[in-house]
Each structure stands twice: as C-alpha cells, then as structure tokens.
C-alpha cells in the first residue's frame, strides 16, 4: 500500500481494503481485538468509554461494548450534531435505546442532550480508522469530527484524557501518513494483528 497517494485518494483506496474483507475474516477480527483490549488496562480501569457502531467494512468493537456493559461502565457513542453541522456529541447509551439514522446513514442513539457529555469527560475514546502509520497519526472519513471533538488537546498537551486509542484491520497500516495540522495524534492504535 502506497502512502504517497493524496488523502482523499489512499481514503478510497483503505476504504476499499477494509470493505472487502470477507464476513468470516470480520468476525475473527472482532474477535481477536476484543481479546486484547479485554486485557488491556486501558480498558479494563476506563469506566466512561465511547465506541462506534462499525459501517463501512470498520472492525467491529461490539463485542468489547456488550463486555463493558457488562462491568457496568458507562458506553457513549457519537451523536452528529444538527448545529453547527460540524459538530459531534458523544452521548450514553441508555436500557431501551431508541436509534435513529445520521446523515451518512449510520446509526446512532436518538438525541437527548442530557445524555450527552463533554469530550474531555470521557476516559478512553475508541476511534474509528480508515488508516493509519506507526508514528500514531491517522486518516478518518475526512469529516473531521473527531479531530475537531479533541482540537483542545493540541492546546493542552498534558491533558491525559481521554486516552484515544484508534482501531482498525491491519490492511489499513500505511508506512506513512502525510500530517495535517489539525490532526489530534492518537495515543495507540490497536488491530487485530498488535498494538502500535
Ligand atoms: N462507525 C462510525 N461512526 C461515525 C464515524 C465513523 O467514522 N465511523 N464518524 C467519524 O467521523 C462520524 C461520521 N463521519 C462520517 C464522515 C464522512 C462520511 C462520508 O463521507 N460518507 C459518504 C459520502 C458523503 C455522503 O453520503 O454525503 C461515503 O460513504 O462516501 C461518513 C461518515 C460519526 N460516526
Ligand atoms: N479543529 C478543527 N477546526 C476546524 N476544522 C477542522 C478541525 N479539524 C479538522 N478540520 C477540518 O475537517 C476536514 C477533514 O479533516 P480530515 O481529512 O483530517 O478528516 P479525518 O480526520 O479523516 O476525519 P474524522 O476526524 O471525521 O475521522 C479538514 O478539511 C479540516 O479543514
């Protein structure tokens, strides 16, 4: 895999990789990353975590949510923002949770903004990849939700909270990535292959 290609052109190509994995290669994937992080004291001392529901051929952290739901921890997801549109809550998931689609279609907790909490209130962020290099920067849908959610932490470096940690399929490793200035570097980056 190339990492000279523009962002948007290694964005279709990784986003390609991920969704032509086969179901039965999903399923040991998912499996394999809930193993370690299920071990990993970054998950097991976070009480506050945010997940993703995977879309797009992401890997699959559904089973670390129900294994945290399970201690009782507290599971946000992101919630897209009506206003400004650039906006991304983080929002606790409730008994009964009501769904509704976003505007790229994926699915998300219905809004209820008394559910919803600051960013740096969060423990442990596990952010969705499209790709990544060993030097911890990342490439996203290219939204910029994420990176806009934690902007703050370029300004409060010693800000330890929360910890992000990306995930994603080991197709998705690039030698390198090119660095934009908006980019929030991640603290780890975990596959289903390793921890980087
Ligand atoms: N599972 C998951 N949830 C997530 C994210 C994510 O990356 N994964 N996000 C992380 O930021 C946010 C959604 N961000 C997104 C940003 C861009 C596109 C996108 O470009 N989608 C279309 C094209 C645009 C369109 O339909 O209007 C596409 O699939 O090509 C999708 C989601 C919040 N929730
Ligand atoms: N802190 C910020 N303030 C304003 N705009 C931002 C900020 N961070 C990112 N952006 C804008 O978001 C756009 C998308 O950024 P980028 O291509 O890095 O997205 P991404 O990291 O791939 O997506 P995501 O964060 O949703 O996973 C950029 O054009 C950039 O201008």
């Excluded at 201690?71 to 946000?76: A, E, G, I, L």
């Excluded at 996203?140 to 902007?151: C, I, K, L, S, V």
């Amino acid at each position: 895999m190339t990492s000279s290609a523009s962002r948007p052109a290694l964005r279709k190509q990784l986003r390609q990789a991920r969704r032509a994995l086969s179901r039965a290669q999903q399923h040991k994937a998912a499996e394999r990353l809930k193993r370690q992080l299920a071990q990993d004291i970054r998950f097991l001392r976070a009480r506050h975590i945010a997940f993703y529901l995977a879309n797009d051929g992401e890997i699959d952290p559904a089973r670390l949510l129900q294994l945290a739901s399970r201690y009782r921890k507290h599971c946000y997801l992101p919630v897209l923002q009506r206003w400004p549109a650039t906006g991304m809550a983080f929002q606790r998931l409730v008994k009964g949770q009501r769904w509704q689609r976003n505007r790229f279609g994926i699915c998300e907790p219905r809004t209820d903004r008394r559910r919803q909490v600051k960013a740096w209130r969060l423990q442990l962020v596990l952010l969705p990849l499209v790709g990544f290099d060993s030097a911890g920067n990342r490439l996203g849908m290219g939204g910029g939700f994420y990176d806009r959610a934690f902007a703050y932490r370029r300004r409060q470096r010693h800000t330890v909270r929360p910890r992000l940690l990306g995930l994603a399929h080991q197709c998705q490793q690039v030698p390198q990535l090119p660095f934009a200035g908006w980019d929030v570097p991640l603290d780890g980056v975990i596959t289903d292959r390793g921890c980087y």
